[in-house]
């Protein structure tokens, strides 16, 4: 069983910039896909960027694409995003995920808001 806390949202400008973690206890993330969601009220949770193991890809989504960069530490376990950029759409609850074909384990999320 994998359990993911999320950590470094908080307030930051238009422009600029927040780096988010998230730590794995449990299991090891190596093996595992990992990625970023978020969920804007109202809307469904949207994945945003993640780490595919078995080809070693990574995936953006159009709206973060360019500005948002994902990558992993697989000795401390942990899973970073790192947000440049920031603009007020990018306010939200951001959710840490690792999958396999069989099971999704999510984190609480933290929140990252954008003032204009």
């Known amino acids: 069983e994998v359990q993911l806390v999320e950590a470094g949202g908080g307030l930051a400008q238009t422009g600029g910039s927040l780096r988010l973690s998230c730590t794995a206890s449990?299991?090891?993330?190596?093996?595992?896909?990992v990625g970023w969601f978020r969920q804007r009220p109202g809307s469904e949770r949207e994945g945003i960027s993640c780490?595919?193991?078995?080809?070693?890809?990574?995936y953006y989504a159009n709206s973060v694409k360019g500005r948002f960069t994902i990558s992993s530490d697989t000795a401390k376990n942990m899973v970073y995003l790192q947000m440049n950029n920031l603009k007020p759409e990018d306010t939200t609850v951001y959710y840490c995920?690792?999958?396999?074909?069989?099971?999704?384990?999510w984190g609480k999320g933290t929140l990252v808001t954008v003032s204009s």
């Open positions: 995920n690792a999958n396999t074909a069989s099971r999704a384990y």
């Open positions: 449990g299991a090891s993330l190596d093996g595992l896909n």
């Open positions: 780490i595919t193991r078995r080809g070693g890809g990574f």
